[in-house]
Structure formats: structure tokens, C-alpha cells
């Protein structure tokens, strides 16, 4: 990632806001960067998070998913999966390379470019207290709330 706090970049968000994120200074939060909307890892990710969104609200944090897809995509996908909380898109990949999760994966014997999978906590004053790159979805969202709890 190329800040430790959190950057002044606008991004569309579901239900027709913007959420600048520097403006998130002064609310805890939980950024997670995910693949693809409608795939079954991320759609487990994105439910683990909503099953525990009434907790992390109450450890003072907001949650915000993040990809490159379309917002008519997140609309649909934040619909389908009734999430609580909203998705922030990406298309221009400017939040991917400020938090530095465009990586080169493999798919199908082929090199794609593509986002890691990646959470990142940020404090009241925007700074960044907790990074995980790489996740494995199952037991996630727990670890994070887990961590929230004890700030």
C-alpha cells in the first residue's frame, strides 16, 4: 500500500452515494477488496460479513467491500445477497493501486490480472492498524471482527 492512512479518493457506492474515503476519517472502518461480485468464494466472503455486521457495528466500525466491478453489478449482487452494508466500485482500479491488490494470478494454466483478496482496518483518525493480504475466506470476517473488538 503506498499510505498508511486512508486516501482521498471518491468512489460510487451502492445506493446512488459517493463515499470519499478520506472523508471516513473519523469513523473506524473495515475496507475489504474482493475479486468478483456473484462468485461463490466472494459471495461467502460478503455474507460472512453481513452475518456479523450488527457486531462489527457495535465494536464502532463500518464495513465497505470493494471491487472493480460495475455498480449496477454491486447493486445487484448487495440485492441478491441483501448485504447491510455498501459496495464501493472500482472500475478505474485507483483504490486497488493506492492499497496495491492488482496482482498477476493464475487461472485456468493462464496469468490474469486480478485483485487479492485483502482487509484493511483503519482507526478514527484514518490511519491503518491492520492489514491482511492473501485471506482464505472461511473464518475471515471472524478474525477481523476479533481484532476490531480488541482495539
Not at 32 to 40: E, G, I, Q, S, V
Not at 106 to 127: H, K, L, W, Y
Amino acid at each position: 500500500m503506498t499510505t498508511p492512512t486512508l486516501p482521498g479518493l471518491d468512489l460510487p457506492a451502492t445506493g446512488g452515494k459517493d463515499v470519499k474515503l478520506a472523508d471516513l476519517r473519523g469513523t473506524r472502518c473495515v475496507l475489504y477488496f474482493y475479486p468478483k461480485d456473484n462468485t461463490p468464494g466472494c459471495a461467502s466472503e460478503a455474507r460472512d460479513f453481513a452475518a456479523l455486521h450488527a457486531d462489527f457495528a457495535a465494536a464502532g466500525h463500518a464495513v465497505f467491500g470493494i471491487s472493480r466491478d460495475s455498480l449496477k453489478s454491486h447493486e445487484n449482487f448487495k440485492a441478491r445477497l441483501a448485504l447491510p452494508f455498501d459496495l464501493l466500485s472500482d472500475a478505474d482500479e485507483a483504490a486497488c493501486k493506492a492499497f496495491d491488490v492488482i496482482k498477476l494470478k493464475n487461472m485456468c494454466g493462464r496469468q490474469v490480472r486480478g485483485i487479492e483478496r485483502s482487509t484493511f482496518v483503519f482507526d478514527a483518525n484514518g490511519a491503518l492498524v491492520r492489514a491482511w493480504r492473501g485471506v482464505k475466506v472461511p473464518g475471515h470476517a471472524e478474525e477481523v471482527l476479533a481484532f476490531v473488538r480488541g482495539l
